[in-house]
């Protein structure tokens, strides 16, 4: 079976991909960022879009990932939208990307294990596949846990 | 004071818009007992985190400032020139601002913190949608989780 996903790049050498449903907008403009106090360093800051407050997370930060210096510069805030597991409301969160998402088509075959070195994203991701471009392993997020967990808890 | 300190804000009709260092934090006007200029306040050297304190009637409020990550100065911004007595807790508290003033219920639209930004000793107890601009909601119980006398 082959089925869309679009393919976002986290740092200058990892990427990860969604569901073709789960990413809802790229914003032609960086928005305009609220710091709120009191929130863990990785998911600090958010922004208005449609009447929603939209969170906004670094995924690089959150996992601990080493990123280019002056990666910020051309840097692309994404909204993506998700089904929360207590009450499968959806729900929408912000990443800030470091290209404009790439759509592909994965197919079962390419269905590869977690690397090593992303135990850490186990909770975190469905499966994980072999893109045929890069030959780089693609997590596939699992978004409801990615913005809902805390240190493997639920939260919310 | 409402069990339930998320049913509390959603039934005020006012919040005080409580504005400083950069933050528009927003109080259930039922919670703020009076306002005063800073100039009546006195030193209160025993205890920690306070910048000052103001007696009221018997009652003293022991008065914080806070910077715009709500962590605590020791003493009082120039600009903070109003302090914001607090009621409904317990000791009983002022907060030093720059500026106040009131927002009515259906000025705002009231959101959850996102999921992934909640911290359980965060003051913070909703966000707040005035036109295009976000706002803080807490309360005088919520805010009293950074004060170490508390």
Known sequence: ?156 | MSANPLQAIESSEYFANVTFAGLQLLIPQNDIYSLEPTVDMTPCPDVIGTAGQLQQGNEMWSLYALSSDLSLFDSCPDSYRIAVLLKNVKPLYGLLCEQIDSLARNQISIHPIPTAMRNPTSPLLALALYGEEIRYISSASALSRLFPYY
Not at chain 1, 2 to 8: E, K, Q
Not at chain 1, 114 to 137: G, I, K, M
């Open chain 1, 1 to 156: 079976m082959t089925v869309p996903a679009w393919i976002i790049s986290i740092t200058d050498t990892l990427s990860a991909a969604v569901g073709e449903f789960e990413l809802i907008h790229v914003l032609p403009d960086y928005p305009e960022l609220t710091t709120v106090p009191k929130t863990p360093p990785y998911c600090r800051q958010v922004f208005v879009w449609q009447n929603k407050i939209i969170p906004v997370m670094n995924l690089a930060e959150r996992f601990g990932l080493e990123t280019n210096a002056a990666g910020n510069d051309h840097s692309v805030m994404t909204i993506f939208a998700y089904r929360t597991e207590k009450t499968a409301l959806p729900e929408y969160a912000a990443l800030c990307l470091n290209a404009t998402p790439r759509r592909s088509e994965v197919n079962d075959t390419q269905a590869c294990s977690l690397p090593a070195e992303l135990s850490s994203w186990t909770n975190y991701v469905r499966c994980c596949f072999q893109d045929t471009e890069s030959q780089q392993a693609i997590p596939i997020l699992k978004l409801e846990h990615l913005f809902a967990y805390q240190n493997g808890v639920v939260v919310g």
